[in-house]
């Protein structure tokens, strides 16, 4: 999470640099919402090492109310990380699973049967969205767009994660000797694949559009610029994002797993 928010220049984001298109948070904000999770994941984990089933959502709901009830304490009531709670959470406690039915550290090569452990957890999860009644945002965007968002994310395993994040990040950091770029880069990557329910919130489909083909064009561009001429496009595209009070919050939350899981698969 600290690794995340630190990294700069990020589109419309939090970062060292700027708020983003956020006028209510700062960097401070997500440090101390970083902090305070910390020790919530690691009750996720314990929780997970210490049951018998494969079903862990089940059990990690109520503790996932608190945490995100721990986060809003710790905020002024400001949602830093509470997506995060669950995909990171999920991803977590899964990680814990997998560890023991295998009786050692979960590598890079068992990523498929971490990605099943996900999706037998979070079969029928978009199902809530039809019978909810609770007006979040998710729901919102749902019943306005049809785009079922994290939810489908998760019962699908997370494909923007294992599929483009995490490979693209192992790749970014073997090619940029800048400490930001290869996280950068991965965050592009995602904003092409995430069905960003907080970015569609700010502006719409019109929104994930620009946000999508400004990454698009960046990418493309990348191999032929140098590593100072790719931050500046970055610098731009932040500074872009910024006027257009566009905030791809559900691609920074995967790029904080993707962080995550490089560092444990590796």
Not at 11 to 19: A, E, I, K, Q, S
Not at 30 to 53: K, V, W
Not at 83 to 98: D, K, Q, T, Y
Not at 249 to 256: S, V
Request: aromatic share 8%; proline share 4%; net charge negative.
């Amino acid at each position: 999470m600290l690794t995340e928010v630190e990294t700069a220049p990020k589109p419309g984001l939090v970062d060292r640099y700027n708020n983003g298109s956020h006028q209510d948070m700062d960097i401070n904000t997500f440090r101390i919402s970083a902090q305070t999770l910390a020790s919530e994941f690691e009750h996720f984990m314990e929780m997970s090492n210490s049951y018998g089933s494969d079903m862990i959502l089940p059990l990690l709901r109520e503790p996932g109310k608190e945490a995100e009830a721990n986060m809003y304490l710790a905020t002024n009531g400001l949602n830093t990380h509470k997506g995060l709670i669950f995909s990171m959470g999920l991803i977590a406690a899964c990680l814990v699973r997998l560890a023991k039915k295998l009786d050692r550290k979960p590598v890079w090569a068992d990523r498929q049967a971490l990605v099943d452990l996900i999706r037998l957890n979070t079969k029928g999860l978009t199902n809530e969205l039809q019978s909810s009644d609770t007006a979040t945002n998710g729901l919102l965007v749902y019943q306005t767009y049809g785009l079922k968002g994290i939810r489908q994310e998760a019962e699908e395993g997370y494909p923007a994660i294992f599929k483009y994040g995490l490979p693209k990040l192992m790749e970014y950091s073997k090619i940029y000797t800048d400490q930001d770029l290869p996280i950068l880069m991965t965050l592009l990557e995602l904003i092409l694949v995430t069905s960003d329910t907080n970015l569609i919130k700010r502006g719409g489909l019109d929104g994930l559009n620009f946000m999508q083909a400004r990454s698009l064009s960046i990418l493309i561009a990348a191999p032929k610029l140098t590593e100072e001429e790719l931050l500046a496009r970055f610098k731009a595209f932040d500074e872009a994002a910024i006027s257009k009070n566009l905030s791809p919050g559900g691609a920074a939350d995967n790029l904080a797993s993707c962080i995550f899981l490089n560092q444990v698969l590796s």
